[in-house]
């Protein structure tokens, strides 16, 4: 491709539908990104949509230096329930990160508690089909590329949910971590996987 002449507008396909939209867009160079931040908002508006003042920010994201043995690049940001920044992988190179964002860890932590509370009463087997599939979902929405920490900490957070609820439904035997183990050998939680592969192979 030819180099845009100066009078070329950045180009943005029209908008049909009137609902909420996340969206990123990234440019190699700043004054490409201020061109278009400069005409979206109008562009917008002519299909009755607006910016949202708090979470519209113009980033410096690129790869850090080779030589920075450290740190997480000039920027973070958090989209789609992940934390975005760059972090080096295990053979030394610079790769951008998702990780799954703490309000949504939090979120997710939580919603597993309460289950586990509002049904320690039902059978095991119940349960654990139950947690199982709500684990699975997690799974499906934040098992991508680099996030195996994350889905790691939510498997663990809901063993800890499930076996404190498991602990509170009866008095009379006390439910010791060792023999919670015995009910995870029999009804094992999903292992952590990862669903979306959005780079490497």
Aim: with cysteine.
């Amino acid at each position: 491709m030819g180099k845009p002449a100066a009078t070329d507008r950045p180009c943005l396909r029209s908008l049909s539908h009137s609902f909420t939209l996340d969206f990123i867009i990234g440019f190699e160079r700043e004054d490409d990104a201020r061109r278009v931040w400069a005409v979206l908002d109008k562009r917008l508006e002519r299909f009755g949509l607006t910016l949202h003042p708090d979470k519209t920010r113009l980033l410096p994201f690129g790869r850090p230096p080779q030589g920075q043995q450290s740190g997480k690049g000039p920027a973070t940001f958090d989209f789609g329930g992940f934390t975005c920044s760059w972090a080096r992988s295990r053979k030394g190179r610079w790769g951008m990160c998702c990780k799954t964002r703490r309000a949504s860890f939090r979120r997710a932590k939580k919603a597993l508690y309460d289950w586990c509370r509002r049904h320690r009463h039902q059978p095991v087997k119940t349960q654990h089909a139950a947690l199982s599939q709500r684990v699975r979902g997690h799974f499906n929405s934040f098992g991508i590329s680099g996030n195996f920490r994350s889905l790691l900490r939510l498997v663990e957070a809901t063993k800890r949910a499930w076996y404190t609820w498991l602990c509170r439904r009866s008095q009379r035997t006390r439910l010791t971590w060792e023999r919670f183990g015995d009910v995870l050998q029999q009804f094992p939680l999903p292992r952590p996987r990862i669903t979306v592969r959005i780079w490497g192979g």
